[in-house]
T-cell receptor
Framework: AQSVTQLDSHVSVSEGTPVLLRCNYS??????LFWYVQHPNKGLQLLLK??????LVKGINGFEAEFKKSETSFHLTKPSAHMSDAAEYFC??????????FGKGTMLLVSP | EAGVTQFPSHSVIEKGQTVTLRCDPI?????LYWYRRVMGKEIKFLLH????????ESGMPNNRFLAERTGGTYSTLKVQPAELEDSGVYFC?????????????FGNGTRLTVT
């Protein structure tokens, strides 16, 4: 079974500065990995997914993530944070053919 | 298209009472999933329907939880009797096809508080 670990419960950045949200996975096989975002009182929205194609995955809203097998990592980045990026972010991996295992979430705070 | 709809958005009940959560998936989506997030913990898988059949219910915590999907359309998740540790946010998701290549569409969740 796969597990994912989000290394930071909270990340604070200033508007216009880069964003880095960290995620490590453990899996004995090639994983499928995902990043979701949840804005207050909203559902989970898929940002991007990795499914063993290109290791650099581009998602919506300027986010991207790089799959690094040697580091068992799938960190989420964005060059320049916007106020609207403030939300909770979840890294997830497949734990079955169609089920997901989620990390504990990282709250991104963006200050003006 | 309408998204995944969950009702109610919030529910506050006393320990020992019964609560029923409802999920309406996106029309045409055969696959329906229930997940929940207990306060401060990860979002965890509960079960997966394909049409009206339970494909995987390995995440259901105990027999106080009963999920149904009569007719393969909307689904209900009943908790009876509710316990304090059942408090959390219950998410429903649906997908067109089986497998993670078919994106999961999540509802806004039902926040359940058991007092």
């Amino acid at each position: 079974a796969q597990s994912v670990t989000q290394l930071d419960s909270h990340v604070s950045v200033s508007e216009g500065t880069p964003v880095l949200l960290r995620c490590n996975y453990s899996s004995s096989y090639s994983p499928s990995l995902f990043w979701y975002v949840q804005h207050p009182n909203k559902g989970l929205q898929l940002l991007l997914k990795y499914t063993s194609a290109a290791t650099l995955v581009k998602g919506i809203n300027g986010f991207e993530a790089e799959f690094k097998k040697s580091e068992t990592s799938f960190h989420l980045t964005k060059p320049s944070a916007h106020m609207s990026d403030a939300a909770e972010y979840f890294c997830a991996g497949n734990s079955g053919y169609s089920t997901l295992t989620f990390g504990k979430g990282t709250m991104l705070l963006v200050s003006p | 298209e309408a998204g995944v709809t969950q009702f109610p958005s919030h529910s506050v009940i006393e320990k020992g009472q019964t609560v029923t959560l409802r999920c309406d998936p996106i029309s045409g989506h055969d696959n329906l999933y229930w997940y929940r997030r207990v306060m401060g913990k990860e979002i965890k898988f509960l079960l997966h329907f394909v049409k009206e059949s339970k494909q995987d219910e390995s995440g259901m915590p105990n027999n106080r939880f009963l999920a149904e999907r009569t007719g393969g359309t909307y689904s209900t998740l009943k908790v009876q009797p509710a316990e304090l540790e059942d408090s959390g946010v219950y998410f429903c998701a649906s997908s067109l096809e089986w497998g993670l290549n078919s994106p999961l569409h999540f509802g806004n969740g039902t926040r359940l508080t058991v007092t």
